[in-house]
């Protein structure tokens, strides 16, 4: 996407074969008082404008950590980052705050999981929008910021913008509250969305408003986004790239229907079999990881998996447990990369793990 | 909680944990939650309210009008079986569950359990009768007092009641932890020591504390984890094969209702808008709202072939329960809205031999008939002002399904 527009502001170091968001060997540590948390290790990604990206993982699994360093939100006294987060090839690890606050809300803006929390509760919705939007145009004037506030209000849907503009986030429903959300991120046209888990608070119905919504604006606006959730339908309807963590680590990277069709990486074949489909057999038991998530205070040696894989017994030797696995690329498509000893994953997947999941889907994969 | 600590739970108790570990013999030897059409109803309600009185502010607190949490609801759950309850935030899938516990004192209805009405017993007269009925709460965090040990959550029941001497309470406990496959020497610990997975297990150890024969498990994996979630959903399958539970099984989650539950029913602003078993209401739903839910359900394999539904949007919000639309409490979001819902409430008629739905243009998606197919039975035309061709036919609106029913191609009363 190298036709996109130059926007106003951008840096003059602007590197045109570069993706909008490159993001290299991102580590992010906290020290703590039982020692060091590594809660994101190595992480690689890219975001090109106008895709999307989708980040699955459960709690604890870094995908948060990750995408608040890509807007500089860690405090650097307790946060220890190191790698290379670049938005339009501007560095970001290590940028004094002021700069960074030039950058937050106008080239990359997020849109938090829990709304009501988000917002301000003693300040009107239109007041909060008003003020995202005069930190980076100091030149507008009250009424203009009213304005755009409004625009924005109608542009994600909520009915009488010029009404509920005075109202406070309180008084909107859930939903409204999320739009109203959106609405602050984009009230400023950034060119990278973060939508951290931005519809699990929500009911089905609107949270497929809400993915539609969030469609339509990318479209529109041809913004990167980045979509965090646990939600693999989620990741299916809107991601056009999936980053699948796993204790602070990218365990598979590859594109959506690479990901949902040919997974190779045991963690990513127990996500999609411990959900129910709702066109699946019901006679099919549901096949859970088992074990909980790994404290990251102490992980697991080898593979951060290995305790909870129910595969490890097909790796030759005791590989899982004494070496981490390197990210390689899978057999058909070099684009996908997966954290796995397992010599031939997709034929195990085919074999054994498709046909427990979705029997009905064996034959139209080969 | 530690790693080792998690470990050594998998090595002592595997013949409990046995069911996490995913190997094909187990799936196969898995039944599913089936639908014994011919079992007697543990529990059955009828026409169930619950309004909650708004009050006024300033000194003199007037009660100025009603939240209509729950309206008129009607079912039955069979003994042993599952009913699911499924709906959007704010429908009354919870009021629900809390009047069938009598956390609430139901404003109107009845429901019958095993011979007594648990809508009109005091609170006195209710205590031997919570031992039947007990719920699994949602959130793990907050339903779990953070200040007692976990023998003291799971034992409390038993000292309530009466049932086994104090002594015995000790043993009673880790046999239910064992169940639920926690580590029984865990007695001791306090709540935050556990995952939420776990915490979850504890829950609902406290609800098997007394044996029930009904339990309400309202949300119990929404909280979770993906991968927690399929281990808590089948440890209440097996408990339900184990101990023959019957189960009311609230979520908002349609594709975990559908795993669990042979029979569900969807709410809408505090009634049930559609009821039926398992694959009607998820291959052959008659109501726009049901086919609403199900098309908003983000899906994953239909993503990985390539092809999207189509999804049916519903515009806005649900609309406030404390002044809900006149007639039909959905018409203000439905595309097939006509005169005659604003003017008739539709009434839950059944239209197969376990398919009940309140609609005037009820049809499978696509299929909805142009007139309403209700008109002659309430004695009303088209639009729903009263007729004098016709007379209003009474309608049989009890909780469980009749042997004849509205036959909705003949527009007679059919039998199968």
Redesign the interface.
């Known amino acids: 996407m190298t036709t996109a527009p130059l926007r106003p502001g951008t840096s003059p170091d602007l590197d045109h074969d570069e993706p909008l968001l490159v993001v290299e060997d991102l580590t992010v540590r906290f020290p703590t008082q039982d020692g060091e948390v590594a809660a994101v290790q190595n992480l690689s990604y890219s975001v090109e404008l106008g895709k999307t990206l989708g980040i699955v993982g459960?709690?604890g699994s870094g995908k948060s950590v990750s995408s608040m360093a890509v807007l500089g939100l860690h405090d650097e006294r307790s946060a220890k980052i190191s790698g290379s987060i670049r938005i339009r090839g501007r560095e970001i690890v290590g940028l004094p705050e002021n700069k960074m606050r030039k950058l937050r809300g106008a080239e990359a803006a997020m849109i938090f999981q829990d709304a009501l929390a988000a917002l301000h509760p003693f300040y009107k919705v239109g007041d909060q929008l008003a003020e995202a939007y005069q930190v980076h145009h100091s030149s507008a004037s009250d009424r203009d910021a009213r304005r755009k506030s409004i625009e924005m209000l109608d542009r994600v849907g909520i009915?009488q913008p010029d009404q509920r503009i005075n109202d406070f986030p309180h008084q909107f429903?859930?939903?409204?509250r999320q739009r109203a959300m959106i609405a602050m991120g984009l009230i400023n046209d950034p060119s990278l969305l973060i939508a951290d888990e931005p519809t699990t608070a929500l009911?089905?119905?609107?949270?497929?408003?809400i993915?539609?919504l969030l469609q339509e604006l990318q479209r529109e606006f041809n913004s990167a986004v980045i979509i965090i959730t646990?939600?693999?339908?989620?990741?299916?309807?809107m991601a056009d790239d999936v980053l699948v963590m796993y204790a602070g680590r990218c365990v598979e990277y590859g594109t959506?229907?690479e990901i949902?069709?040919h997974p190779e990486m045991p963690y990513t074949w127990?996500?999609?079999?411990?959900?129910?489909?709702?066109?699946?057999s019901?006679?099919?038991?549901?096949?859970?990881?088992?074990?909980?998530?790994?404290?990251l205070l102490?992980p697991?040696t080898g593979c951060a998996f290995h305790?909870r894989c129910?595969h490890r017994d097909k790796v030759p030797g005791d590989l899982c447990f004494t070496d981490m696995p390197e990210l390689s690329p899978a057999k058909a498509n070099a684009a996908h990369v997966k954290r796995c000893h397992l010599p031939d994953p997709d034929a195990i997947y085919q074999d054994?793990v498709l046909p427990?999941i979705?029997p009905d889907?064996v034959k139209?994969n080969r | 909680m530690t790693d080792e600590s998690t470990a050594s739970l998998h090595e002592e108790h595997d013949g409990y944990l046995d069911h996490e570990v995913a190997l094909p013999s187990d799936s196969a030897a898995h039944v599913a939650s089936r639908l014994d059409p011919d079992a007697p109803p543990v529990l059955s309600v009828e026409d169930l309210k619950m309004y909650f009185p708004l009050k006024s502010g300033g000194l003199v607190r007037r009660t100025i009008g009603h939240v209509q949490a729950v309206d008129g609801i009607s079912f039955q759950v069979p003994k042993g079986g599952s009913l699911g309850l499924v709906g959007e935030s704010g429908c009354g899938k919870s009021t629900t569950g809390r009047l069938i516990t009598r956390l609430y004192k139901p404003t109107g209805g009845s429901m019958q359990f095993e011979g007594h009405d648990l809508a009109k017993l005091s609170n006195r007269e209710m205590k031997p009768l919570r031992r039947d009925v007990q719920m699994i709460f949602q959130d793990p965090y907050t339903s779990l007092n953070p200040r007692h040990t976990v023998g003291t959550i799971v034992g409390a029941p038993l000292s309530v009641h009466n049932v086994v001497p104090k002594k015995q309470i000790l043993s009673r406990v880790q046999e239910l932890l064992e169940v639920v496959g926690l580590n029984p020497e865990h007695y001791n610990r306090y709540p935050n020591e556990f995952s939420g997975g776990q915490r979850q297990r504890i829950g609902i150890a406290r609800a098997l504390t007394l044996n029930p024969k009904l339990l309400v498990a309202d949300e119990p994996v929404s909280a979770l984890d993906v991968s927690i979630q399929a281990q808590v959903i089948n440890l209440l399958q097996d408990l339900q094969k184990e101990f023959d539970i019957a189960f009311l099984f609230i979520a908002h989650d349609l594709a975990i209702v559908r795993h669990f539950c042979p029979e569900v029913a969807v709410m809408y602003l505090g009634k049930i808008v559609e009821i039926a078993d398992r694959d009607t209401i998820y291959s052959h739903s008659h109501h726009p709202y049901t086919q609403a839910l199900l098309s908003a359900v983000p899906d994953v394999k239909q993503a990985a072939l390539g092809g999207r539904r189509e999804r049916i949007r519903l515009e806005g919000d649900v609309p406030s329960p404390i002044n809900p639309p006149s007639g039909c409490r959905f018409r203000t979001r439905c595309q097939y809205a006509q005169e005659i819902c604003a003017k008739v409430e539709p009434p839950l008629l059944q239209i197969g031999k376990r398919h009940k739905v309140a609609c005037h243009f009820a049809g499978e998606l696509g299929a909805h008939p142009a007139t309403p197919v209700t008109a002659d039975l309430l004695g009303v035309d088209d639009q729903g002002s009263p007729s004098s061709k016709v007379t209003a036919t009474p309608l049989i609106t009890g909780p469980g399904y009749e042997d004849e029913w509205f036959d909705l191609k003949s527009k007679q009363l059919t039998s199968a």
Do not use: C, F, W, Y
Request: aromatic share 0%; glycine share 8%; no cysteine.
């Open positions: 459960e709690s009915p429903s859930g939903g409204m009911d089905v119905t609107v949270q497929a408003q993915l539609d646990h939600d693999l339908g989620v990741i299916a309807e959506t229907k949902l069709t127990g996500l999609l079999s411990s959900v129910p489909d709702v066109t699946a019901t006679d099919a038991r549901l096949i859970p990881i088992p074990g909980t998530p790994p404290s102490n697991p305790p129910t054994v427990e979705a889907l139209d």
